[in-house]
């Protein structure tokens, strides 16, 4: 893997910024393909990235190559895809059109399904699978803010691509399992719909039982899909996932001592699907419940709760006006 040439981004928004612009703070070649509206943001108040341990990084916007145009893609070493799962085939066809046949592709995103998207269409180049599991926050005039804590893994391979895209600020760490990996990643997010769904933020979600506890039923849902299925999730915390439906419907005190021990999380973390709805923008939950949904119905296991959260999500989709801000109880819908 040639080192020396760019690092593109493939679909710059909250992760690709942030991913994006840590590299480039590290005087790593980095060039993002962008909307219009991003690269006027980024043009307009450069990169200004915060994170929850306080530190804070500023860039010129002339650090990084900005551009709408996937010529971008020339002479990449390495792409990074950070589209939405339902972005991934278009960004695909662009990168190969333009990306060189010997750039390593590594995917960034949620869900399980995209990078057999990208193999399919991007024929003998190498593709990687990726998972992020910390939290950015798009904050407007070029601020994007690391809200939870976490290593990003990706899948290992020959020339240690984990460890040629770690520098200060961004670490990477390589992984045997990313598969049971991104199924894990997963089942964590089966909670983005009801983050996005009580309109709270995770850090307020997660310190009250009742949405901790519709988290653990869904979660308990969606792990006895995989059980039946023969799937393996792995965690990327020291608690196992099948444990962690136990540790949500916890007593606050025990809860959060433990939560505290394991991972780092501040007030502003918001997910991405919620980010979705705020937007007006689709969200990836057939994706995501979609995944497991499928794979529940393929093994003959029951999943009503999340069925229900997928027919929300997409109700508030269609109203598009944000997020609706429901109760626990409307979600079981006993109220
Ligand atoms: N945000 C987070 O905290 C986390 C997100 N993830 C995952 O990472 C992935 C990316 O999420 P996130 O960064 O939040 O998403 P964003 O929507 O913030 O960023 C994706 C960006 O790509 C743009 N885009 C899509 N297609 C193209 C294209 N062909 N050319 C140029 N730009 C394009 C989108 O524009 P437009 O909207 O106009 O289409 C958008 O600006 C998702 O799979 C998500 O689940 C994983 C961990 C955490
Ligand atoms: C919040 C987090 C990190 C975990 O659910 C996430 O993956 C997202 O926002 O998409």
Not at 43 to 66: I, P, V, Y
Not at 72 to 92: E, H, N, P, Q
Not at 102 to 109: E, G, K, R, T
């Amino acid at each position: 893997m040639n080192t020396d040439r760019p690092i593109v981004v493939a679909g710059a928004g909250a992760i690709g910024c942030f991913v994006g612009g840590q590299l480039a703070a590290a005087d790593r070649r980095v060039a993002l393909l962008v909307r219009p509206r991003v690269k006027t943001e980024i043009e307009r108040f450069g990169l200004r990235l915060t994170d929850f341990g306080g530190s804070e990084k500023r860039l010129d916007a002339g650090r990084l190559a900005l551009s709408e145009d996937p010529a971008i893609f020339r002479s990449a070493g390495i792409v990074l895809v950070t589209v939405k799962s339902a972005d991934t085939a278009d960004v695909a066809d662009q990168i190969a059109q333009h990306a060189p046949q010997d750039a390593v592709i590594v995917s960034l995103q949620n869900g399980v399904g995209n990078v057999a998207v990208l193999q399919e269409r991007l024929g003998a180049r190498r593709v990687l699978a990726g998972m992020v599991p910390f939290n950015v926050v798009a904050m407007g005039e070029g601020r994007f803010h690391r809200s939870t804590s976490g290593d990003i893994t990706v899948g290992e391979d020959a020339d240690s691509t984990a460890a040629a895209l770690s520098v200060p600020g961004l670490n990477l760490r390589a992984s045997r399992d990313i598969a049971g990996v991104q199924w894990g990643k997963l089942i964590i997010n089966l909670n983005n719909a009801l983050s996005a769904l009580s309109d709270m933020p995770l850090a307020a979600q997660l310190a009250n039982r009742d949405w901790r506890r519709l988290f653990a039923d869904q979660m308990a849902e969606g792990l006895a899909a995989l059980r039946a299925a023969g799937i393996t999730p792995a965690s990327a915390t020291p608690i196992p996932p099948n444990w962690t439906p136990t540790l949500l419907r916890l007593p606050d005190m025990i809860f959060n001592a433990i939560l505290g021990r394991t991972m780092k999380i501040d007030p502003e973390a918001r997910s991405s699907m919620w980010q979705d709805l705020k937007q007006g923008r689709k969200t990836e939950i057939d994706y995501l419940q979609g995944a497991v949904i499928a794979l529940a119905e393929q093994n003959n296991v029951n999943a009503p709760l999340m069925r229900r959260i997928v027919a929300l999500i997409k109700q508030a989709e269609t109203a598009g006006k944000g997020p609706p801000g429901l109760s626990p109880q409307q979600i079981r819908g006993v109220a």
